[in-house]
């Protein structure tokens, strides 16, 4: 059933909206001692990793959960009322990404984008055995890269349009070339929707296209762009940019515990039998044989699904449906461009990726390093002494980090030696990655710059204060972060036993 939630339209009233939501955020007033003696309020800018969870979250799941029950009967009331909320969770998901009801499902996989990836290669590795080849682009994470590598002959990754201006999107003439090599060999073209290093906005109604002329289908991992940018699978006046599969988590989009879940054509999961196996995805069993059922999602949701996750997330994308995600592209769009260009206003910082918001749309992340400061160090700083959490490495993503990475390097081979070209290498086997979800402000990005610019100016005296241990991380010299007083399971479950 289409649910058709309408955006707000009401400017005031969707501002409103975007700040109640901010406001209950859960955790986002959280306050951290720091190496300074001070205690403040911690700013989060780890949101590309996880999302902090929205406060409607937290009150419909109290709401929720006195009715739990495990679905798959219908008898009971908290089975039938579980049931019904489990159902309309599989629409959501649906409407969230303007996914018909006629032609496409979804089902929630365990573990996240990774666990979608991994089943649908799976699924059309075997469904399509011919098609041997993925085609995917430079810049995935991971789990965009190696399960196709698992189950397919060939993985061609295609490269990102790099001009003067660093490096940007997907190379559509290259993805066209692919096409072209491969052929019928091609099983999908699967691509990220946004970069989880950059920010990075892929053109995937073109890629789509491009796909659809050459007889192949796309997969968007939309890891990143569910929680940024609206995603329209379905109803384009060319059908050819409909998006046939999208892979997200949901601890990505505000529903920490949330699973991830699969929005696919229904006929790409039908006529092979469901990769795993158990109860739910029968229609009967006898000792020598059994039939799986033809009932979609069912028959790719074997065992009992994470119903409190999914209803969890399904809050999250009717809320962000209702304040509109058109609107939520701008803010979001608007702040990482802010960011960007606050930071290009301290010297020696290096930002990786095109910043030229006119050529390149970017939401969501922004990764960067400060000239010859090991990332971890900055990380560290950031974080000890100015309460910005970010996340510092490779991210999931070596060859594109990497790739940027030397291609900065080289940039400046006129001005250093060699020797000083290979202590920056060593230093900058990773970067800095500050991201964004809706509950940040211009406040939260302003802070950042000044925790930068103060790093900058007094680099020596920060060095001074870390060591680098055998892992590559360096850790403060003396201050130590005990999380037990802040949080522990065991002393909150022996305090509420003892009260
Ligand atoms: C673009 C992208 N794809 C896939 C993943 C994997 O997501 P998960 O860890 O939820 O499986 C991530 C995680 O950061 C990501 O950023």
């Known amino acids: 059933m289409k649910e058709n939630i309408l955006p707000c339209q009401d400017d005031d009233l969707r501002h409103r909206m975007l700040q109640k939501l901010r406001e209950s955020t859960t955790g986002i007033d ?16 780890d949101s590309t990793a996880s999302t902090l969870q929205l406060g409607v979250v937290k009150d419909v799941m109290d709401k929720y959960l006195p009715y739990y029950a495990n679905t798959h009967t219908n008898v009971h009331f908290n089975a039938k009322l579980s049931t019904a909320e489990f159902d309309w969770a599989h629409n959501m998901m649906l409407d969230f990404v303007d996914a018909d009801p006629e032609v496409y499902g979804s089902f929630f996989v365990g573990s996240g984008t990774t666990g979608c990836i991994n089943r ?46 660093g490096f940007g999107a997907a190379d559509l003439e290259k993805i066209e070339e692919a096409l072209k090599l491969y052929g019928e060999r091609v099983n999908y073209i699967s691509v990220t929707g946004v970069s989880n290093v950059t920010g990075i906005v ?61 929005i696919t054509r229904r006929d790409l999961f039908s006529g092979i039998e469901p990769e795993e196996v158990g109860g739910g995805m029968v229609e009967d069993v006898h000792v020598d044989r059994y039939i799986p059922t033809d009932m979609f999602p069912d028959r790719e949701e074997a065992g009992t699904p994470n119903i409190a996750g999914a209803i969890a997330l399904a809050t999250v994308l009717y809320t962000l449906k209702k304040v509109g995600m058109d609107f939520i592209d701008e803010e979001e769009t608007d702040l990482v461009n802010y960011a960007i260009s606050r930071v290009k206003e301290i010297p020696g910082v290096v930002i990786y990726g095109q910043t030229n918001p006119d050529c390149c749309h970017r939401t969501g992340a922004m990764s960067i390093n400060i000239r010859g ?46 020797e000083e070209l290979e202590a920056l290498a060593e230093l900058h086997r990773g970067m800095v990655r500050a991201s964004f979800g809706i509950y940040n402000t211009r406040d939260d990005v302003d ?49 509420w036993l003892d009260a």
Do not use: W
Request: net charge negative; aromatic share 8%; charged share 20%.
């Open 30 to 45: 959280v306050e951290y001692p720091l190496a300074t003696g001070e205690t403040s309020r911690r700013i989060y800018l």
């Open 120 to 165: 649908i290669a799976r699924t059309l590795s075997r469904k399509r055995p011919e098609r041997d080849v993925v085609i995917t682009t430079i810049m995935e994470h991971h789990s965009n890269d190696l399960p196709h590598r698992k189950h397919f002959n060939e993985v061609v990754h295609i490269p990102v349009v790099i001009t003067e201006e």
């Open 202 to 262: 892929n053109p995937i109604y073109d890629i789509a296209e491009l796909a659809h002329r050459y007889g192949t289908l796309i997969l968007v991992d939309a890891a990143q762009m569910a929680a940024h940018v609206p995603i329209k699978m379905s109803g384009h006046d060319n059908p050819l940019r409909n998006i046939d599969m999208v892979a997200m988590s949901g601890h990505k989009i505000y529903a920490p515990s949330s699973p991830g879940v699969v």
């Open 373 to 418: 400061m090991h990332h971890s160090l900055t990380a560290a700083i950031l974080n000890d002494y100015h309460n910005v959490a970010v996340r510092n490495a490779c991210f999931c993503a070596h060859p594109y980090v990497r790739e940027m990475i030397s291609d900065d390097l080289m940039a400046q081979m006129d001005d250093l030696s060699n």
């Open 447 to 495: 802070a950042l710059v000044s925790a930068l610019k103060d790093i900058v100016k007094n680099e020596d005296f920060y060095r001074q204060q870390y060591h680098q241990a055998a892992c590559d991380n360096f850790f403060h010299n003396t201050f130590k972060f005990d999380s037990t007083p802040v949080f522990s399971t065991k002393q909150a479950v022996d305090s």
